[in-house]
T-cell receptor, first 114, second 112 residues
Framework: GAVVSQHPSWVICKSGTSVKIECRSL??????MFWYRQFPKQSLMLMAT?????????EQGVEKDKFLINHASLTLSTLTVTSAHPEDSSFYIC??????????FGPGTRLTVT | GEDVEQSLFLSVREGDSSVINCTYT??????LYWYKQEPGAGLQLLTY?????DMKQDQRLTVLLNKKDKHLSLRIADTQTGDSAIYFC????????????FGRGTSLIVHP
């Protein structure tokens, strides 16, 4: 099956700093990528939809200036958490969509803000 | 919008069958998925079913769809300890641009 990678798999940063998370589709071109946030024992919350070459579409309640998304190529999308605070600590998961009905998920990135 | 509901926990004995249930609200849902998430990992697509199907079987996995009741179930035969994980039901429709809506996940615990 298709493979999606994320980097880093976990990161610890200090409050006020910015963190960039990469999502790559390794063996297919992803027309659309999605960013999710997952709190412990909770479901996935869709944050934004990222389309290659255009601006991301953010879900209601998600601060676009805080969570910057760039989808510069058909195989790479990045999520930058700017001026991170402890409440941004979470598990961030990306998925990639190749145009069919399946989404392929990355392994997730655990962000801890101290 | 779409609501997807699942029971939060299921405990079974190794070798027994597990049945995880899911209900949804949007009758126009077209694609229905089951994902597995192991601790600290992303989601793995286990299986899916289209709305024009009633049942799909894939090795130990059987998916049943009751469109009238908007009810989806996943049956795992001969459940093993390695099946312990969180199972997410997700549904997608053209009205939602085929972006899946996820349930909260069912935590399956398999006892030896």
């Amino acid at each position: 099956g298709a493979v999606v990678s994320q980097h880093p798999s976990w990161v610890i940063c200090k409050s006020g700093t910015s963190v960039k998370i990469e999502c790559r589709s390794l063996d297919f071109q992803a027309t659309t990528m999605f960013w999710y946030r997952q709190f412990p024992k909770q479901s996935l919350m869709l944050m934004a939809t990222s389309n290659e070459g255009s601006k991301a579409t953010y879900e209601q309640g998600v601060e676009k200036d805080k969570f910057l998304i760039n989808h510069a190529s058909l195989t790479l999308s990045t999520l930058t958490v700017t001026s991170a605070h402890p409440e941004d600590s979470s598990f961030y998961i990306c998925s990639a969509h190749s145009g069919g009905y399946e989404q392929y998920f990355g392994p997730g990135t655990r962000l801890t803000v101290t | 919008g779409e609501d997807v509901e699942q029971s939060l926990f299921l405990s079974v004995r190794e070798g027994d069958s597990s049945v995880i249930n899911c209900t949804y609200t949007d009758s126009s849902s077209t694609y229905l998925y089951w994902y597995k998430q192991e601790p600290g990992a992303g989601l793995q697509l286990l299986t899916y079913i289209f709305s024009n199907m009633d049942m799909k079987q894939d090795q130990r996995l059987t998916v049943l769809l009751n469109k009238k009741d908007k009810h989806l179930s996943l049956r795992i035969a001969d459940t093993q300890t390695g099946d312990s994980a969180i199972y997410f039901c997700a549904v997608a429709s053209s009205g939602g641009s085929y972006i899946p809506t996820f349930g909260r996940g069912t935590s399956l615990i398999v006892h030896p």
